[in-house]
């Protein structure tokens, strides 16, 4: 199951107890990182996370709390000898950002491989990662082009070893029928995969979405999320027309779109270093939605 991470929970600057915020998803020993503000690698060692696990990064946007960590962590895992490739996404306004700070890595000893998105909503499978992981992008409402981000993992359906023994089929074809192909015999009889699978199961979604207002479009994108991180840079309402001016959005903006989309829990993050205290306001946004949690470095799941 994938073992999720919160890295930091902090927005615009690294704070001495609050790193920036950045998410690490990993499923297999393969992972997904979202963002790579400043501080990002110093995060991983810090939460015993390992940067070789990366294959991925998606970028929300090039404000530099986002991407000015990113530098310094390739050349770490080039010092790690690593030689399998690194997907990076990100929105295709800010190109010339990311390759200005790839200028800074000569020589790295693998290659990188970068993927612009349009400002559009769109979907990729990760097969570098695994064959049943989605990922889904939607342009948020910021004052520059900024993505957010879904992970979607679907689960194979129970194998159920006593219907193929029962049907006599041989054990190397249990694998691919387990993975949803049919087959064929050799005494020429066609198995399809739901004569020995049980129903398909729930997958398993993660939604991130920051540096944004509020945007109906996110109730949809993260519909049914088993675990949703949104930003919510501060917990007092006074703030809301200068989060609106700033594109951004409160907590309690965070807490009804989790509400809407009927999520499982939310994760709230990307604190303005001006909120010393954003769990002070934990009771107001339970009202609102119960599953909140005012998230601290380091938050961890199971899922
Ligand atoms: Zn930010
Ligand atoms: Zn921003």
Redesign the pocket.
Known sequence: MPEICLLGTG?MLPLKNRFLTSLFVEYHGKAVLIDCGEGTQVAFAQHEKKLSRIEMILI??G?A??VTGLPGLLLSLGNCSRTQPLDIYYPRYWERVIRNLLSVCDCLPFPVNLHSLEEQPCSWTAGQIDPMLKISAMPVD???P?MGYSLTLRKKPVFHPEQAKALEIPVQYWKMLHKGESVTLPDGRVILPEQVTGDSRKPVKITYI??SRPLTEMIAFAQDSDLFICEGMYGSPDKKQSMNQK??MLMQDACQIASQAGVKTLWLTHYSPAETEPEACQDELKAIFPAVVVSKDGEYLNL
Request: aromatic share 0%; glycine share 14%.
């Open positions: 927005g929300t946007h404000h709390d986002h910021h004052n520059i900024c920051t540096d594109g951004h």
